[in-house]
């Protein structure tokens, strides 16, 4: 199945299956790069994950992996970009369907901690996957006026 090009209005998911986001040191830079997002012209839908603390994770594992799933599974959402990085992403991996999720294909972005999930998706579903940018650090970034703005196209 051919993935389509993002367009204006699109709907992007946002997802935390490594680090909490919101509470933390990173909402600030959170909140920022979903300004940006929305500034190219994108929708945003933030999973539950996105809001949730679970010790130095964003929610239990199950919690994670729904979010993912749920992602991959609304026809609604284009493209899935982690929130941050951090750890326990590995935690996630046993928990995926990677056989709904290669029926189901949108790019998945992330950084850091999800690159092993962008290995395991890659690897197990054949889906688009891309090495960053995430939302905290690569879109939520704080930018002087020499930086140019973001463009993402796919």
């Not at 204006?8 to 680090?19: K, L, W």
């Not at 928990?95 to 709904?100: A, E, S, T, V």
């Not at 889906?127 to 690569?138: M, N």
Request: proline share 5%; aromatic share 8%; with cysteine.
């Amino acid at each position: 199945m051919p993935i389509k090009q993002l367009r204006n209005n699109d709907f992007i998911g946002i997802v935390a299956p490594s680090s909490p986001v919101m509470g933390t040191a990173m909402e600030a830079n959170y909140k920022r790069g979903l300004i940006e997002i929305k500034k190219m012209g994108f929708q945003v839908k933030e999973g539950k994950t996105v809001r949730l603390k679970k010790w130095h994770l964003a929610g239990s594992d199950d919690d994670c992996a729904k979010d993912i799933m749920d992602m991959f599974l609304d026809k609604n959402i284009k493209a899935i970009i982690c929130a941050v990085g951090g750890t326990g992403a590995d935690r996630i991996l046993d928990k995926l369907d990677y056989n709904l999720i290669k029926k189901n294909p949108k790019p998945f972005l992330g950084i850091s901690d999800p690159t092993v999930l962008t290995s395991a998706l890659f690897q197990l579903s054949k889906i688009p996957v891309i090495y960053g940018p995430d939302v905290c650090f690569g879109f939520g970034a704080k930018k002087n006026d020499s930086q140019k703005t973001w463009e993402l196209s796919m």
